[in-house]
């Protein structure tokens, strides 16, 4: 059965740094697109980074240069290195299965990350 | 960047047939996805390619897509599908994985 189950999240100070982590079960994650989504409260989905099969990696602009994808294929996890978060980023943070490279077909229950004084 | 336009809401009484829609220039050309997400729940994909369904998903779950709309069709509506619904579309260039603002489906 696929699983994947994000942590990390919580609360952050505007400018400071979180990571968050997506443990992956019933699949490799380095053999497929794995992406991060993220919703803001209220608002709908926004897709934020992905790293594809071949190690590659892209953002969308909104956090272009503040934010990292990265994964360990030795524990099967994903990682989003957040940097200088911004108020605006204050979302729920999904990660998920990208189908070569299409849509989503599997995701995590998130994990809400507050930016916030 | 690609834009897609869905409307705010729709309303439908059970056992009544609901249609979401989904704009964008061409759209037509493109494979579209649709997800389901109920409050408090990460989104849930009902259709994709334009019509078709997961494994698990009810027939009364269709789509079509043609020129510049794409449509999810809910037939015999259930209280339980109650949720915001969004499309999505993928592109080659700038921000891959495009979403529709979304739609909640009210049942009355």
């Known amino acids: 059965e696929v699983q994947l189950v994000e942590s990390g999240g919580g609360l952050v100070q505007p400018g400071g740094s979180l990571r968050l982590s997506c443990a992956a079960s019933?699949?490799?994650?380095?053999?497929?697109?794995m992406s991060w989504v993220r919703q803001a409260p209220g608002k709908g989905l926004e897709w934020v980074s992905v790293?594809?099969?071949?190690?590659?990696?892209d953002y969308a602009d909104s956090v272009k240069g503040r934010f990292t994808i990265s994964r360990d294929n030795s524990k099967n996890t994903l990682y989003l290195q957040m940097n200088s978060l911004r108020a605006e980023d204050t979302a729920v943070y999904y990660c998920?299965?990208?189908?070569?490279?299409?849509?989503?077909?599997?995701w995590g229950q998130g994990t809400l990350v507050t930016v916030s004084s | 960047s690609y834009v897609l336009t869905q409307p705010p809401s729709v309303s439908v009484a059970p056992g009544k047939t609901a249609r979401i829609t989904c704009g964008g220039n061409?759209?037509?050309?493109?494979?579209v996805h649709w997800y389901q997400q109920k409050p408090g729940q990460a989104p849930v994909l009902v259709v994709y390619?334009?019509?078709d369904r997961p494994s698990g998903i009810p027939e009364r779950f269709s789509g079509s897509n043609s020129g510049n709309t794409a449509t999810l069709t809910i037939s015999r509506v259930e209280a339980g599908d109650e949720a915001d619904y969004y499309c999505?579309?993928?592109?080659?260039?700038?921000?891959?994985?495009?979403f529709g603002g979304g739609t909640k489906l009210t049942v009355l």
């Open positions: 998920a299965r990208a189908h070569h490279p299409d849509y989503f077909d599997y």
């Open positions: 019933g699949f490799t994650v380095s053999s497929n697109y």
């Open positions: 790293i594809y099969s071949g190690g590659s990696t």
């Open positions: 061409n759209i037509g050309s493109k494979g």
């Open positions: 390619y334009d019509s």
């Open positions: 999505q579309v993928w592109e080659s260039s700038g921000d891959h994985w495009v």
